[in-house]
């Protein structure tokens, strides 16, 4: 349902929510190093999304990324839109080129609640609400974080 592109941009983003702040900006390549994805995509993921204001960047010794105020009341869905746009999210199931409610695929009916939920879920809560979770809860942005949350 996701592309790549998404998924790391959803990772890169929550880890600058939970990580930054205009005080505290981050390297593309901590970033990257840190939640494991290339160094290289991941700079062209943020091109985007500061382009599409879901973050902020400033440029010098002192530069990098982070979310401002405003940057975190944007959803994942924001995020996803940047990158692929939300036509990613309602294609079909099983990638047929046309499939709704009155030509639906053998799963359409059993899929739509789920990706309509989904969407829902996306669209309701903010970068920073998630953010919130991740540490309240201890979820992990990547594999690397296991060791640390199971150290807790």
Same mark, same amino acid.
């Given at each position: 349902m996701l592309s790549h592109a998404s998924k790391y941009a959803i990772l890169s983003t $929550?880890? $600058?929510?939970?990580?930054?702040?205009?005080? &505290? &900006? @981050?390297?593309v390549k901590? @970033?990257?190093? #840190? @939640? *494991?994805?290339? #160094?290289p995509f991941l700079a062209k993921l943020f091109q985007q999304l500061v382009r599409g204001?879901? @973050?902020?960047?400033? &440029? %010098?010794?002192? %530069? %990098?990324?982070?979310?401002?105020?405003?940057n975190g009341q944007k959803t994942v869905c924001d995020i996803i839109e940047n990158i692929d746009g939300l036509n990613k999210l309602n294609q079909c199931f099983l990638g047929l080129h046309e499939c709704d409610s009155?030509?639906?695929?053998?799963v359409h009916f059993i899929v739509e609640p789920f990706k309509k939920s989904i969407? %829902? &879920?996306?669209? *309701?809560?903010?970068?920073?609400?998630?953010?919130?979770?991740?540490k309240s809860n201890g979820r992990v942005l990547t594999l690397k974080d296991i060791g640390t949350s199971l150290k807790k």
């Open positions: $929550l880890f $600058l929510a939970a990580h930054s702040s205009a005080d &505290k &900006k @981050i390297s901590q @970033i990257a190093e #840190s @939640i *494991d994805v290339p #160094s204001k879901v @973050i902020s960047s400033t &440029k %010098g010794p002192n %530069g %990098g990324f982070y979310l401002t105020k405003e009155s030509n639906p695929c053998p969407l %829902g &879920k996306f669209r *309701d809560k903010t970068i920073m609400e998630f953010s919130e979770e991740i």
